[in-house]
């Protein structure tokens, strides 16, 4: 008799948990800072950068948001995520910092057909919160 009501109990602890829901993952993106200001600094040189295809190791190519603990346990938030990868949020940014720094006639992101004096590349090592 004891062995049923323990059983009994059990299912209904058992039965709570898989009744409770789970809260919807919070979706976070990157965006450049706005303009500051100032006066529009001219390109000091007549070069154009091409930017390349950010690379990165594999964890920085999904949408996981990622955090390191003692250095190097790395495990995703449960209820985080990019809204993209942080190598194709990352490009638009670097685009537009590159482009506003005044030190190029122009910057192009990737895949454009615009010939170009100079190419940057660039490899994603880490992109996570460090506890």
């Not at 346990?73 to 993209?84: E, T």
Request: glycine share 4%.
């Amino acid at each position: 008799m004891n062995r049923l009501f323990a059983l009994l109990g059990c299912l209904l602890l058992v039965a709570g948990c898989a009744t409770r829901e789970l809260p919807a993952p919070k979706i976070y993106t990157l965006r450049p800072l706005p303009p500051a200001k100032t006066k529009v600094l001219q390109p000091k040189k007549q070069v154009v950068l091409k930017m390349a295809s950010i690379t990165s190791i594999r964890p920085f190519a999904t949408t996981r948001m990622l955090y390191t603990e003692k250095g190097i346990d790395q495990n995703s938030f449960a209820f985080s995520r990019w809204s993209d990868a942080p190598t194709r949020l990352l490009q638009p940014i670097l685009v537009e910092t590159l482009s506003r720094s005044g030190l190029y006639r122009a910057v192009v992101p990737p895949g454009t057909a615009l010939h170009s004096d100079l190419r940057l590349e660039g490899t994603l090592l880490d992109f996570s919160l460090h506890m």
